[in-house]
Nanobody, 119 residues
């Protein structure tokens, strides 16, 4: 059974940083994709960043995250991180990690972790 678990959310001031973690377990190989999504209060879930084994772990970011957010992973490719710098109020929301066979096909979702950015 595949499980996805996020951690690392919290409350920071504008301009601060947070590092989220996502551990995906239960895959029979490391050939899968990982993505981070954000759901702002009252908003829809939005893709923020993603990477995959099939893309040789190239990273892709939504425009609002480009240059501020970075996906990385541990050597074993079982834990993925989202380093978020220069946080803005609009970055606030619940961040979800998702995993699936390839980018865009996410069958497994974590429970979400709250990120709050305040002045």
């Amino acid at each position: 059974e595949v499980q996805v678990v996020e951690s690392g959310g919290g409350s920071v001031q504008i301009g601060g940083s947070l590092k989220l973690s996502c551990t995906a377990s239960g895959f029979t190989s490391d050939d899968y994709a990982i993505a981070w999504f954000r759901q702002a209060p009252g908003g829809e879930r939005e893709g923020i960043a993603c990477t995959s084994h099939a893309d040789d772990y190239s990273t892709f970011y939504v425009e609002s995250a480009e240059g501020r957010f970075t996906i990385s992973s541990d050597t074993a490719k079982t834990t993925f991180y989202l380093q978020m710098n220069s946080l803005k109020p609009e970055d606030k929301g619940v961040y979800y990690c998702a995993a699936g066979e390839y980018i865009g096909a996410y069958n497994y979702w974590g429970q979400g972790t709250q990120v709050t950015v305040s002045s």
